[in-house]
Nanobody
Framework: QVQLVESGGGLARAGGSLRLSCKASGRIVGINVMGWYRQSPGRMRDLVADISTAGDTFYADTIKGRATISRDNALNTIYLQMGSLKPEDTGVYYC??????????WGQGTQVTVSS
């Protein structure tokens, strides 16, 4: 069993910044991919960014150039630093961990709201 605990969400003004954190605990496989997904009302949950234990990263086009994902493998923690925030960044951000085939864990989600 794996638990994911998120923090760092909240209110921000357009052009501002936020830093999200997610710590994983439990029976965690040594090689995995952790990432952030966003869901807004009426939309499906979409991948924002992820990072492997080897350091390979992926960014969605909507956030590329405005965000940096990083991780601390020893702490099983990932971070998402977002800047130049836009109202379109608003949504519930879910932390995700994919380990062995068939392993897929989710956090409870943290709300990010960006005002004009």
């Amino acid at each position: 069993q794996v638990q994911l605990v998120e923090s760092g969400g909240g209110l921000a003004r357009a052009g501002g910044s936020l830093r999200l954190s997610c710590k994983a605990s439990g029976r965690i496989v040594g090689i995995n991919v952790m990432g952030w997904y966003r869901q807004s009302p009426g939309r499906m949950r979409d991948l924002v960014a992820d990072i492997s234990t080897a350091g390979d990263t992926f960014y969605a086009d909507t956030i590329k150039g405005r965000a940096t994902i990083s991780r601390d493998n020893a702490l099983n923690t990932i971070y998402l630093q977002m800047g130049s925030l836009k109202p379109e960044d608003t949504g519930v951000y879910y932390c995700n961990l994919k380990g062995k085939p068939g392993e897929d864990y989710w956090g409870q989600g943290t709300q990010v709201t960006v005002s004009s």
